[in-house]
């Protein structure tokens, strides 16, 4: 069955880093568009970077120049590489994969930053 599995969540202080990954199973892999969203308490869920089958990226504003998406079709996994965190990065961090007929979510994983 089809499965996305969130890690490398935690807690990090501000300007820290972290590195998220998503490991994928269950559907051809390298035909998705991969993405990370995230959901702070009380607001929407939010689109927060993108990378498409052919590698193309694109990010929110508000994470430009300090996040990065990148993935690995070899090893099925999508990574994030979030750099000088802020308290307001706080959510929990969802992968996504999509394609023309398919959707699939991860399960989430936690990120907070705090001092």
């Known amino acids: 069955q089809v499965q996305l599995v969130e890690s490398g969540g935690g807690l990090v202080q501000p300007g820290g880093s972290l590195r998220l990954s998503c490991a994928a199973s269950g559907f051809t892999f390298s035909s998705y568009a991969m993405s990370w969203h995230r959901q702070a308490p009380g607001n929407r869920r939010e689109l927060v970077a993108v990378?498409?089958?052919?590698?193309?990226?694109s990010y929110a504003d508000s994470v430009k120049g300090r996040f990065t998406i990148s993935r690995d079709n070899a090893k099925n996994t999508v990574y994030l590489q979030m750099n000088s965190l802020k308290p307001e990065d706080t959510a929990v961090y969802y992968c996504?994969?999509?394609?023309?007929?398919?959707?699939?979510w991860g399960q989430g994983t936690q990120v907070t930053v705090s001092s």
């Open positions: 990378i498409t089958s052919g590698g193309s990226t």
């Open positions: 996504y994969a999509r394609n023309a007929r398919d959707d699939y």
